[in-house]
């Protein structure tokens, strides 16, 4: 069955540093989604993505963050500069079409991003 | 603001019955609402969804209803078994809003 993956699963950073979050969609699906989690805390929507464009962005996603689809396969989160409050679980998610109401998400297993 | 609520941080229940969850939601009125699974380290997993204009939606040994009247999508599991054990959360809108989740526990 396809699924989403990421990598790293666990990555440890100074803070300050940037880091890249990759994340591998399932082929077909054409809309791509980053979300993170504090630990204990809601999964929060960060960022959609469709057609190489920013589609919708939460207040969390601000200009530290960015994202890229750097070839047909790979989608990555980039933190400019961590900050401690930066220490997350971060998940991606693809669906086929757009619109949760119609298109279900699926979540990869998540990067425990921990910022030092 | 938009507010999705999870009341129950934790639900113990016995196997073999029947676990009802609660998601209540205020300040909007959304077109529809999901349930999720998320097992500890892992990302969420949909389960099901239900639209505004239907009351009830099965599967398997799972159901959900979503009262407009009463702004609040009830989650059962019937038969529920040990496996059953996880984290669901509710969710609503494009720019998912979840609620915080409820920590099941089915004891053998």
């Known amino acids: 069955e396809p699924e989403v993956t990421q990598t790293p699963s666990h990555q440890v950073t100074q803070m300050g540093q940037e880091v890249i979050l990759r994340c591998v969609p399932i082929s077909n699906h054409l809309y791509f989604y980053w979300y993170r989690q504090i630990l204990g805390q809601k999964v929060e929507f960060l960022v959609s993505?469709?057609?190489?464009?920013?589609?919708?962005k939460s207040e969390i996603f601000d200009d530290q963050f960015s994202v890229e689809r750097p070839d047909g396969s790979n989608f990555t989160l980039k933190i400019r500069s961590t900050k401690l409050e930066d220490s997350a679980m971060y998940f991606c998610?693809?669906?086929?079409?757009?619109?949760?109401?119609?298109?279900?998400?699926?979540f990869g297993p998540g990067t425990r991003l921990t910022v030092l | 603001s938009q507010k999705i609520e999870q009341n129950s941080e934790a639900l113990n229940i016995q196997e073999g019955k029947t676990a009802t969850l609660t998601c209540n939601y205020t300040n909007y009125s959304p077109a529809y609402l999901q349930w999720y699974r998320q097992d500890p380290g892992r990302g969420p997993v949909f389960l099901l969804l239900?639209?505004?204009?239907?009351k009830e939606k099965r599967k398997e040994r799972l159901k959900v209803t979503f009262d407009t009247t009463l702004k609040q999508s009830l989650f059962h599991i019937t038969a529920s078994q040990p496996a059953d054990s996880a984290t669901y959360l509710c969710a609503s809108g494009d720019k998912i809003i979840f609620g915080k989740g409820t920590r099941l526990h089915i004891l053998p």
């Open positions: 239900i639209r505004e204009n239907e």
């Open positions: 993505f469709y057609n190489n464009e920013i589609s919708e």
């Open positions: 998610a693809s669906s086929e079409g757009q619109g949760a109401a119609y298109n279900e998400q699926f």
